[in-house]
């Protein structure tokens, strides 16, 4: 008898006709800037109860030096941060040379995506071959891009990656050092209550509370530029934190139908009941006004099947809120020819004309 091919039946068809069956009340449908800011009150309300603000503990945000070395134009100091009594928070702070006494200098936060190593890519720690190999893969060495513009740059480790992975993800192996927990935490922040996405927003608010305690830098002008996952934190922060300046985010804005929902089932994109209630431009309008970045790459498999068609509508959608405060110069979606990865063409004129 000839072997058949396997049949398997799968939840996909009736989870896209549960999404499709959603009103999501939270959809941004405002027709004038009253209605704006009543929404986004709403909204931010709404968005820190499913994160589940509310179980995250405040502290003072401590901060401890473990080491420091001179590059080529800048130092890099490495230290952790306290962002609750008991979760602590490994970055690289780098600092770039010649500033002067009394000199207040931009800020850039540059979360880190997945498959990275951490914070070690970002910021240019490519010892480790792994991680020398992936920061060369997804072109995302860009920390010390911003260092050597002029700005100071925070390179944090989120929950679950580089020096915060949990047991089973720790280890020297290549692909422990790639890996993260956000399936693990994720599943126990839902069942508690809240998420990961959650907990990496509230370390990056803290993170801004330190920024803002520095002598060298400029509190009122802070960027966040992430790719990938990092985009991910990047998009949470600027929607829910109106300290940030301007953002830039690089492979990852897609629709969750689309996208989320057919290709990455990575744990830190689920929050609870967040499809119910908002899309993914939903959530990026409440960055609306402040300038704002957009860039995607042409063949990036995480657009989902339909590509930049997908890109594009949830683009569109997101123009309107702009257009309320007819600030469609702020907002920019760059186009790359290329597959899933940082491209930064863009990145240095945007963050001149607003950060500085």
Same mark, same amino acid.
């Not at 260092?147 to 925070?154: E, I, N, S």
């Not at 760059?334 to 597959?339: A, S």
């Given at each position: 008898?000839?072997?058949?091919?396997?049949?398997?039946?799968?939840?996909?068809?009736?989870?896209?006709?549960?999404?499709?069956?959603?009103?999501?009340?939270?959809?941004?449908?405002?027709?004038?800037?009253?209605?704006?800011?009543?929404?986004?009150?709403?909204?931010?309300?709404?968005?820190?109860?499913?994160?589940?603000?509310?179980?995250?503990?405040?502290?003072?945000?401590?901060?401890?030096?473990?080491?420091?070395?001179?590059?080529?134009?800048?130092?890099?100091?490495?230290?952790?941060?306290?962002?609750?009594?008991?979760?602590?928070?490994?970055?690289?702070?780098?600092?770039?040379?010649?500033?002067?006494?009394?000199?207040?200098?931009?800020?850039?936060?540059?979360?880190?995506?997945?498959?990275?190593?951490?914070?070690?890519?970002?910021?240019?720690?490519?010892?480790?071959?792994?991680?020398?190999?992936?920061?060369?893969?997804?072109?995302?060495?860009?920390?010390?891009?911003?260092?050597?513009?002029?700005?100071?740059?925070?390179?944090?480790? =989120? &929950? $679950?990656?580089?020096?915060?992975? *949990?047991?089973?993800?720790?280890?020297?192996? #290549?692909?422990?050092?790639? @890996?993260?927990?956000?399936?693990?935490?994720?599943?126990?922040?839902?069942?508690?209550?809240?998420?990961?996405?959650?907990?990496?927003?509230?370390?990056?608010?803290?993170?801004?509370?330190?920024?803002?305690?520095?002598?060298?830098?400029?509190?009122?002008?802070?960027?966040?530029?992430?790719?990938?996952?990092?985009?991910?934190?990047?998009?949470?922060?600027?929607?829910?934190?109106?300290?940030?300046?301007?953002?830039?985010?690089?492979?990852?804005?897609?629709?969750?139908?689309?996208?989320?929902?057919?290709?990455?089932?990575?744990?830190?994109?689920?929050?609870?009941?967040?499809?119910?209630?908002?899309?993914?431009?939903?959530?990026?309008?409440?960055?609306?006004?402040?300038?704002?970045?957009?860039?995607?790459?042409?063949?990036?498999?995480?657009?989902? =099947? &339909? $590509?930049?068609?997908?890109?594009? *509508?949830?683009?569109?959608?997101?123009?309107? #809120?702009?257009?309320?405060? @007819?600030?469609?110069?702020?907002?920019?979606?760059?186009?790359?020819?290329?597959?899933?990865?940082?491209?930064?063409?863009?990145?240095?004129?945007?963050?001149?004309?607003?950060?500085?």
């Amino acid at each position: 008898m000839e072997e058949k091919e396997p049949v398997y039946y799968t939840e996909r068809k009736q989870l896209l006709r549960c999404y499709d069956a959603q009103k999501r009340p939270y959809a941004f449908r405002a027709e004038n800037t009253e209605d704006f800011f009543e929404w986004k009150k709403q909204s931010r309300e709404m968005l820190r109860n499913i994160m589940g603000f509310s179980l995250l503990e405040p502290c003072r945000p401590a901060f401890r030096k473990t080491g420091e070395s001179k590059q080529n134009g800048f130092r890099r100091v490495k230290g952790v941060l306290q962002t609750e009594p008991e979760i602590f928070m490994p970055l690289y702070l780098l600092v770039p040379d010649g500033i002067k006494e009394g000199e207040k200098c931009p800020c850039v936060i540059a979360p880190h995506g997945h498959g990275t190593g951490g914070k070690d890519s970002v910021a240019g720690v490519l010892e480790n071959p792994a991680v020398r190999k992936a920061a060369e893969s997804y072109h995302c060495v860009c920390g010390v891009d911003f260092v050597k513009q002029g700005y100071v740059v925070f390179c944090p480790d =989120a &929950r $679950g990656s580089g020096e915060r992975r *949990e047991p089973r993800q720790q280890g020297s192996e #290549a692909e422990k050092v790639l @890996s993260s927990s956000c399936d693990a935490l994720n599943f126990a922040a839902v069942s508690l209550g809240g998420s990961l996405a959650g907990m990496w927003t509230w370390d990056l608010m803290r993170l801004i509370d330190f920024a803002q305690s520095l002598p060298f830098c400029d509190g009122s002008r802070v960027a966040c530029c992430g790719f990938s996952g990092g985009g991910l934190q990047t998009l949470w922060l600027a929607a829910l934190d109106d300290r940030v300046t301007c953002a830039v985010i690089s492979g990852y804005f897609h629709g969750y139908r689309d996208s989320i929902l057919s290709t990455n089932f990575c744990g830190c994109n689920f929050v609870p009941h967040l499809w119910q209630n908002m899309d993914l431009c939903d959530v990026a309008a409440l960055i609306a006004p402040r300038p704002f970045l957009i860039e995607s790459g042409s063949r990036d498999e995480l657009n989902g =099947a &339909r $590509g930049l068609r997908d890109v594009d *509508e949830q683009f569109a959608r997101l123009q309107k #809120a702009y257009r309320l405060f @007819s600030r469609q110069d702020f907002l920019h979606h760059f186009v790359f020819d290329g597959v899933h990865r940082w491209n930064g063409s863009e990145t240095g004129a945007f963050l001149k004309r607003y950060l500085e």
